[in-house]
């Protein structure tokens, strides 16, 4: 699996922990919806500061997300 997928489930499993929806994340983020979307989908690599505000707004340490990603990447490889 490619890391950027495996971030966006990281992402993705994150939001719906606390029950939020993406065009709420994207809100709090202050990112796109369509960014955000294409991100938990890992149709294209985040920028850093997308993770980042990704990352604050979720209220989650980026180690976390990055950890869950490899995690993933390597239960399916």
């Known amino acids: 699996m490619l890391l950027r997928k495996a971030f966006g489930l990281s992402?993705?499993?994150e939001?719906?922990?606390r029950n939020l929806t993406q065009a709420e994340l994207a809100?709090?983020?202050n990112i796109h919806l369509s960014a955000l979307?294409?991100?938990?989908?890992g149709l294209r690599p985040a920028t850093l500061e997308t993770i980042e505000v990704?990352?604050?707004?979720l209220g989650?340490?980026?180690s976390t997300l990055f950890r869950?990603?490899?995690d993933l990447q390597q239960t399916n490889p």
Do not use: C, D, I, Y
């Open 11 to 13: 992402v993705s499993t």
């Open 15 to 17: 939001r719906k922990a």
């Open 27 to 29: 809100e709090l983020a």
């Open 37 to 41: 979307s294409a991100l938990e989908r």
């Open 54 to 57: 990704v990352s604050v707004a």
């Open 60 to 62: 989650v340490p980026l």
């Open 68 to 70: 869950r990603a490899e």
